[in-house]
């Protein structure tokens, strides 16, 4: 799951990539409305965490827009100081799924984030398998067969995008993304050590070595022969 916060004080931009990397989502960050709609075009966002006050493109207006793209509709939780009921309604007009007002107590706004994400035809409850393999988005605990494994946020984030790949092979920049926490990039290097470890951790766990295979040139993919 992949959510972008949009939010113009540095700060508080900083603390909510900082709550959510915690709660184990992938990230990305935009300081105002024209960057939120660049990225929101160029890569798959499931939910927008959207301030009001920004400056240029203001919240209504990526709002508006995002309701009016075609194709991939993104869901929105405005997150805003503003708390007049007309305020709110606006927003819902606009097309936001939800409403937040600050200051929030962090556990509200997680049962907010979930409560939306499980509307989706992708729900945060529903395991991700692959033979034994079985994965809950949004988790970093992983079954294989009776064995239970703990892995890194972002071993399980790679993870959780080659299972929804469903054995087709996700390319270096797709792993790259969905590992992103919003503040820094990966390297492809990097991406590589985390499936080097992801895989002895599996093999230790009695996982077959070529569960991960490398698709020399492309990325890597779930062994097709080992879904059942």
């Not at 709609?37 to 890569?43: G, K, N, Q, T, V």
């Not at 939780?77 to 007009?93: I, N, P, Y």
């Not at 692959?130 to 009776?146: C, K, S, Y």
Request: net charge neutral.
């Amino acid at each position: 799951m992949k959510v972008l916060v949009v939010e113009d004080d540095a700060a508080l931009r900083e603390a909510l990539l900082a709550l959510l990397h915690g709660w184990g989502y992938a990230l990305a960050a935009a300081a105002d409305g024209a960057e939120a709609l660049a990225i929101s075009a160029r890569e798959p966002i499931d939910l927008v965490l959207l301030d009001l006050c920004l400056p240029g493109c203001d919240g209504w207006q990526v709002c508006r827009t995002l309701r009016r793209r075609p194709g991939h509709q993104p869901l929105v939780l405005m997150l805003t100081a503003r708390d007049a009921s007309a305020d709110k309604v606006r927003g819902l007009e606009l097309g936001a799924d939800d409403y937040v007002v600050k200051p929030f107590d962090p556990p509200v706004l997680r049962a907010r984030l979930q409560a939306l994400l499980r509307r989706r035809d992708r729900p945060l409850t529903t395991e991700l398998r692959w033979g034994e393999l079985a994965l809950v988005p949004g988790q970093t605990d992983l079954r294989l067969g009776p064995i239970s494994l703990e892995l890194t946020r972002k071993e399980a984030l790679l993870l959780e995008t080659l299972l929804r790949a469903g054995g087709h092979c996700c390319s270096k920049a797709q792993l790259l993304d969905a590992s992103a926490d919003g503040r820094r990039e990966v390297g492809e290097e990097t991406i590589k050590a985390h499936v080097r470890n992801l895989r002895a951790k599996l093999t230790a766990a009695g996982a077959p070595p070529d569960l991960i295979e490398t698709v020399y040139g492309l990325g890597y993919r779930l062994h097709p022969a080992l879904s059942a």
